[in-house]
């Protein structure tokens, strides 16, 4: 989750609380209870506090995450950072109000492995839960984390920079990178496979979806010697109760130019520390 897909995955709490388009917004309610538990969320995250922040959630979503660990991880795989939080609008009423925070944040390019700056306007959903009020801040994936695990395959290297837990798949980041003299081929959606420990076998989600699916690696990508690619890949899955367990990704098939034979590349993947 970088700063990009948090702006993209928020704006869900905007029509489930039945709110204008995001930056249609009016003053932010002054001395309003609120106003102060989206101001204590935001400060919680600015603080790094995200067993804090994970109080504050809705019951949905407290049970969503499973735990704070689990929360914590979502936003330490993309090494995010809130700087600054500014709530600048509202919309809404008692019952239920949208803020619109603007952020200053840093989080990791997994592409490029660099650390970004990015504000943006985020909008937050406020909701009264057995005589209090929680925040609705979703979109995200249920746990997360980042990883530095590669392998070679006829002079192509693979890293695996970040894997995601969703309820209904697991989404693996992966950087490719052609050290070979000529083009490789990359098609993984042809034969690729993600593989536990526990015997589960996960196989690829090729849908023309392209917020899930990749379309550059759906399609086929021809990579120049030296060039780099940076792409997601999904799995069908369904949620773990424990996600503790070790993961294996093949790829395949690749195809190197001027030879007959698709290769294929295994990464056990292991989370960074």
Known sequence: MNGFARVASALACVAALGAAPPFQYGPVPAHNAQTAVVQKYVDALRRGNYAGAFTL???????????????????AADGYALEKATIVGARGDDRGRVYFVRESLAYVDHATDKRLRLTAIVPLGVLPEHGALHVKD???????????SSADASELHVTV?????????????VTFANAGDNYVTLLPYGRSVLRDDRGGVYRILATKDWTVTDRHLFEGIPLPPGAEYTGSIAFSAPRFGDVKRSWTLTLAPSLREGTDAPFDVTIPIEPRE
């Open 57 to 75: 959630l809705t019951d949905d979503l407290r049970r969503y995450y499973g735990d704070a660990g689990s929360y914590r991880s979502v936003f």
């Open 138 to 148: 979703p979109g995200k994936p249920y746990r997360a984390f980042a990883s530095s």
């Open 161 to 173: 920079k970040k894997v995601d837990f969703y309820p209904d798949r697991i989404d693996v980041v």
